[in-house]
């Protein structure tokens, strides 16, 4: 992970859109909110998960690996810049790699957009708008020793399992410390492909 | 973030939407216009904002503002754009040809808890000085009204006895109707900074809310049963010896009657009425009862009921019997829903109440308020009706004259066929509102005013801090603040030397003034105070006086005994019994994204009303 990042607490979100709305301000893409608040069960439980963009590191940026435009360029502290619009060409390659769900393509402006953890806030010593406004401390901005500072044996994880995949990124997930499991199982199991169980 | 150069400035001010009073700033463009919000680090809230204060700001300058005064003889003409001349002077007519007719109690005034202080001080005193009438309410009587009477029997006085910050001192903390994580998203930080030190979680809802799934216990009773589950508590910790006989004794009167209230509430009777396992009752008296510190703060999930002062003062019983006030992490309050929820109750815009919490029947409370407005006491009227009651005098005919401001109520009154009925009934009708809502759209005559970023002023949140709100910009052309407003009906009705205000700064001298010695003591607040500290807590009886951000804290209640009056309470059926034609339950919840009748303007949010 990255030394000062976003650290994403689903046990402590609320699902009340402050990220959301709060993503919306940001000067680099004002009135475009790109965090996904998702309703996990909804009707049936008040969980809820915010996504922002988990800055892989390992293997590095898969969405910025695909595109065919050199779009997508990697800080040298390991932030994933959204797309130069110069560049992008708006073809969705970055959409179809994310392991996360996170790019979003405006098909009209053929032009890609994704959180980049608020370069403009980041750059200068500020928390990204999310985590600044977060109330609820799921989306909490900093190092892991101020994490730990505030939460007293909070467990993190940073590597997750996609299938024999695994992926390590910029950004962690608190995980529940009975429950850790190392690396963290990312996506829907595979039970079976054409027909045959896969053990 | 601005760019240097840009010209941008950043305004400190308040969200407008509930009790908690989040510090932000509002961005202004070089054209002085708001355009954005900037997180600010206010000791309240730390920079955080939920999606309401973040999107606040699109209302300020939104394209459906009303911009010009709004004019029409019957309610089936359409509106007819009006000068501010012409609306004032029909205004001022009709209150005249209304009372002249029908007597002075017929023009009735409705303010609301998210006008600021000195507005909410201003409409108590145009009712009773200008009008002479004794009808005048706000909508915080559809709201807190029953905290506010069980923190009277209870204490004397009115309002939460600890501020936020206690809760992150807390060992347990007792969470009753309240979906904080919806209707106050930001104080969920609070609950869990204390849960991050080992405090536990205890949330009595109907309902798994956000905060609820979480807790240590999760007590998912019937709607309407809470008072017997707060006396079965009682019983539990009565019987297991975890009461505090000395705090009992040295700070209580009433324990014998209410111990043997509680007899009759064994935890088997909590199973029957509530729909809850016994040991969930066990459980919360273990963990209430044994905490070092503990405290309780609930809503309007169990005050909104017949009887529900009952209810809050079942909650405070169980407070005071484990001892649990007056010390940093242990005590009690309600949180206040409105932005302005405590400050809009305390000043005399309330049916009973004069400015500084005193009592409008109260013979040496009525002197002083006469004094200083230069009436005689035989002038000040008596105490009216609460606004639910109003609607009744309003179908009768009783009263035919409605000045409304700062609410919705044709949306937010109980009933509402019976509230539109009222309203039908009204021979005349001036709502003043930014935007026409639907009872600005029902009037006739809609005056446009400022939001809440066009004035200064004050509010008091949920912990009695009053903060400063700033004005961020100029109203729009076209658009008067409420205190004009009031200012220049007042000049027509011939009282214009005692409404001479220029602005709020005026109206909040005259009121800290009004206050001094009062219940509710402002007097040693000024706005440039509250710039400097970020705010302070009533009682502030002078301008070197800190504030009380805790109170009880010497043992002493504002009673004349100084005790906590115990109030043994039993628990009543509801209203309206389960049966087999009426099997279901319905019961209201909260959007986080919203707030009171109307947020749907901004055009990010989500569009569901009436929360």
């Known amino acids: 992970m990255m030394g000062r990042t976003i650290f994403i607490d689903p046990g402590r979100c609320i699902g009340c859109r402050a990220c959301v709305s709060a993503c919306r301000e940001c000067d680099s893409h004002r ?14 439980s008040a969980a809820s998960l915010p996504t922002v963009c988990m800055h892989c590191e390992d293997p590095v940026a898969p969405c910025a690996e695909v595109c065919p435009a050199d779009a997508i360029l990697v800080t040298p502290d390991g932030v994933v810049q959204q797309a130069d619009p110069t560049r992008c060409i708006g073809c969705s390659n970055c959409v179809n790699a994310c392991p996360f769900g996170v790019p979003v393509v405006d098909t009209r402006a053929r032009l890609q957009m994704k959180c980049d953890l608020c370069y403009d806030r980041t750059a200068h010593g500020l928390a990204p708008m999310c985590a600044t406004v977060c109330p609820t401390g799921a989306l909490f901005y900093g190092t892991l020793e101020e994490l730990r500072a505030e939460r007293p044996g909070v467990r993190v994880a940073d590597s997750f399992a996609f299938g024999d995949v695994v992926l390590r990124t910029g950004v962690a997930t608190v995980v529940p410390a009975d429950k850790v499991d190392w690396p963290v199982p990312g996506g829907l199991p595979v039970v079976e492909v054409n027909g045959v169980d896969v053990p | 973030m601005s760019p240097p150069g840009s010209g941008e400035t950043l305004v400190p001010t308040h969200c407008c939407f509930c009790g908690v009073q989040c510090g932000m700033y509002l961005r202004v463009d070089r054209r002085g216009k708001v355009f954005g919000v900037e997180p600010r680090d206010h000791d309240i809230n730390r920079m955080r904002l939920c999606a309401k204060g973040i999107e606040a700001y699109q209302q300020i300058n939104h394209p459906d503002r009303l911009t010009s005064p709004l004019l029409r003889r019957t309610r089936d003409e359409p509106f007819r754009p009006a000068s501010w001349e012409e609306a004032l002077d029909l205004t001022a007519a009709e209150m005249r040809r209304i009372q002249d007719a029908h007597g002075r109690d017929a023009f009735a005034v409705l303010g609301g808890s998210g006008l600021t202080t000195e507005k909410a001080y201003l409409v108590g005193k ?26 009277h029997l209870a204490f004397g006085i009115d309002r939460a006895a600890n501020p936020f910050s206690d809760i992150l001192l807390s060992d347990c903390l007792l969470i009753a109707g309240a979906n904080i994580g919806d209707t106050f998203p930001v104080l969920t930080r609070y609950l869990w900074g204390a849960r991050d030190r080992g405090a536990h979680l205890v949330v009595v809802d109907p309902r798994e809310t956000a905060v609820a799934r979480t807790a240590d216990v999760h007590v998912a009773l019937r709607p309407g049963t809470d008072t017997a589950f707060f006396n079965a508590v009682l019983h539990v910790v009565d019987r297991d010896g975890l009461t505090d006989r000395a705090f009992l004794d040295a700070h209580t009167t009433g324990w014998e009657e209410l111990r043997k209230t509680v007899a009759a509430y064994p935890p088997e009777r909590a199973v029957a009425v ?7 009752v066990e459980r919360v008296a273990a963990l209430f009862g044994a905490a070092r510190n503990a405290m309780a703060w609930h809503t309007r999930g169990i005050e909104q009921h017949p009887r529900g002062a009952d209810t809050c003062l079942s909650v405070i019983n169980l407070c005071a019997a484990t001892g649990n006030l007056g010390r940093p992490g242990a005590g009690y309050g309600t949180i206040a829903g409105q932005g302005n929820g405590q400050g809009g109750r305390e000043h005399g815009q309330q049916y009973d109440t004069l400015p500084g919490g005193r009592s409008i029947t109260d013979p040496a409370h009525r002197r002083a308020t006469a004094a200083l407005w230069g009436i005689e006491e035989a002038e000040l009227p008596e105490a009216g009706t609460p606004m639910a009651e109003m609607t009744g005098q309003m179908r009768r005919g009783e009263i035919r004259g409605l000045l409304g401001l700062g609410n919705n109520a044709l949306v937010t009154l109980p009933d509402h066929s019976s509230a539109q009925a009222a309203y039908d009934a009204l ?80 109206v909040f001298d005259e009121l800290r003034t009004a206050t001094a010695g009062a219940p509710v003591d402002y007097s040693g607040i000024t706005y440039e105070r509250l710039a400097e500290t970020g705010g302070i807590a009533w009682p502030c009886p002078s ?13 002493r209640t504002r009673h ?4 906590v009056h115990l109030h043994p309470v039993e628990w009543r059926e509801p209203a309206d019994p389960y049966d087999d034609a009426y099997p279901m339950t319905f019961t209201t919840g909260r959007a986080a994204a919203h707030y009171l009748s109307d947020t749907h303007q901004p055009p990010n949010l989500p569009r569901t009303k009436g929360s």
């Open chain 2, 543 to 555: 301008t070197d006086h800190p504030g009380t951000p805790r109170l009880f804290e010497d043992g």
């Open chain 2, 427 to 506: 021979d005349f009708h001036v709502q003043c509102d930014s935007f026409l809502s639907e009872t600005a759209a029902h009037a006739h005559v809609v005056l446009p005013v400022a939001t809440w970023a066009e004035d200064e002023g004050v509010m008091t949140n949920a912990e009695a801090r009053v903060v400063k709100h700033n004005k961020a910009q100029d109203p729009p052309p076209g658009v008067r603040t409420d205190t004009w407003v009031l200012c220049q009906l007042a000049l027509r009705l011939g009282h214009g030397d005692r409404f001479a205000f220029a602005g709020s700064r005026e």
């Open chain 2, 560 to 563: 004349p005994d100084g005790a």
């Open chain 1, 31 to 44: 009135g475009t909110s790109l965090i996904h608040l998702d309703l996990s069960d909804e009707g049936h």
């Open chain 2, 126 to 151: 145009f009712a009773r000085v200008a009008l002479g009438t004794r009808h005048v309410d706000h909508n915080g009587s559809l709201c807190t009204a029953a905290a506010a009477t069980a923190n």
């Open chain 2, 274 to 280: 509530c729909g809850i396992p016994a040991e969930q």
